[in-house]
């Protein structure tokens, strides 16, 4: 009970702290609304691939694995959700910029990891949509989707850490630190084997 109760709140405490930095951020002081709105996004999307490994590793203590999995399915919605309104709300803002992105031709290099990582993430969610209907084995398609996984975690983390935003320096590493270590848990867990 008192792991259970320590996980719970861990994840509780690791989620809202830097939503709650990144709420009272002088920085948002003259931004437009779908900006800070875009902005907020990126951080729910950062916190939804900290809870993602966690359901698909099975260390949410409390869930089974069948319901973990309906869980962890409706998040990724909510992920593909967050990375949409994410990049819309920043194209509202500036189209030319957003463009740049997506083409690969924007001079800041936090771009290029967070467009990386918005294709795997799509990816991956194609794929776990779509695994029956390209005839995919069992192991196949699992393991491709941890490997899409893994690049969308990868470049949002670098994507994350390269931007100075309103999550606060301590707070972002923290959270991403997180990230890393519940995804390579959930990778050596949930990597099939012969």
Sequence with gaps: MLRAILIWGGLALALTVPFWIAATSPLLAWRQPIYILAGFAGVVGLGLLLVQPMLAGALLPGLGAPRARGIHRWVGVGLVT??????????????????????FRSPTPFSVWGVLAMWAIFGA??????????????????????????????????????????????????????????????????????
Excluded: N, Y
């Design 82 to 103: 967050a990375v949409i309104v994410h990049v819309v709300g920043l194209w509202i803002t500036s189209p030319p910029d957003v463009i740049d992105v997506l083409l």
């Design 125 to 194: 969610a194609l794929l776990a949509l779509f695994w029956r209907r390209l005839r995919l084995r069992p192991r196949v398609w699992q393991r491709a989707h941890l490997c899409l996984a893994a690049l969308a975690v990868s470049g949002t983390v670098v994507h994350a850490v390269l931007i100075e935003g309103t999550m606060g320096w301590l707070s972002k590493l923290a959270l991403c630190a997180l990230v890393l270590l519940a995804t390579g848990f959930a990778l050596v867990r949930r990597w099939p084997r012969r």
